[in-house]
Structures are given as C-alpha cells and as structure tokens.
C-alpha cells in the first residue's frame, strides 16, 4: 500500500515540482493582488509543512526542521534564494517519501493541535490537499502576480 500511496503523492505534488522547475529568482518576490505571501514564502511553507508531517504526523525522527513560515506567522521577505528554497522543497520531499514508506498500520490515530485527532490514512489526505492548495496559489502569483 505505502508504494501505491508514494505514487499518489508524487503525482499530486506535481503540481508544486512543475512550477519549480518553471519559477525564477525574480519571480520569489511577487505577490498576487492583496496576498500577504510571496512566492518565495509558499514553496518554503509548502515544504517546511511536509517536514513537520513526516517528522510529528508520521514520526520520522530523523527530519530536522525549523518552521520559520510558521514562526514569523507571516511573510518577513526572507524567501528570494531559488537555489536554497529547491535544496529545502527536495529536503522535504526526500524525508515525506521515506516517512510515508516507514508506516505500516495507516488506521492509527494521531492528534495534533493544528487539525485535532486524525488516522494516519486521513492525514495523508491532509499533506496532499496543503502542497496542491498552495501551489493554486503559487501558479496564480507566478501568472498574474507583480
């Protein structure tokens, strides 16, 4: 199960890698109409989330995270490496696959502050649902932000 649930991962998160591979370092700074965030702050969010999933949902130890997104509440402007920002999305990437590979029972329950008592199975959904949704977002700043 957990190599059918990889490829399911690895296909939604597509649509955060296709616009990885597409962004440049000037596009990190731009915003979309009113958004608070930039490019640069949603890949790092995206990615500093499924750290925290792989390491407090899915309890591989071996993650090392820092969730400065989270920290500063806010975009602080600090986002505008690519190179930095593709090292850490692919840091995360790596970390989420071994963590999703590691589980073996996905109807045992997790609780956590952020969105309370979950299986496993459902928190998946959850990890799959945040990247695509914030790449909706990433893809709109890089078509129409300034």
Request: proline letters at 1%; charged letters at 25%.
């Amino acid at each position: 199960m957990n190599v059918q649930l990889i490829q399911l991962w690895k296909e939604g998160r597509t649509r955060f890698t296709n616009l990885l591979d597409k962004i440049t370092e000037a596009d990190l700074v731009k915003k979309h109409g009113g958004s608070p965030n930039s490019a640069g702050f949603l890949i790092r969010h995206i990615a500093e989330v499924e750290l925290l999933f792989a390491k407090n949902v899915f309890g591989f130890s071996e993650v090392k995270i820092t969730a400065k997104t989270l920290i500063a509440g806010k975009d602080t402007g600090e986002w505008t490496s690519l190179d930095e920002l593709k090292q850490f999305s692919t840091y995360a990437a790596e970390m989420l696959e071994k963590a999703i590979l590691a589980q073996e029972d996905w109807s045992a329950w997790i609780e956590t502050k952020e969105f309370g008592k979950k299986t496993k199975a459902a928190a998946f959904g959850r990890i799959v649902t945040h990247t695509a949704y914030h790449s909706g977002q990433l893809a709109l700043i890089l078509n129409y932000g300034n």
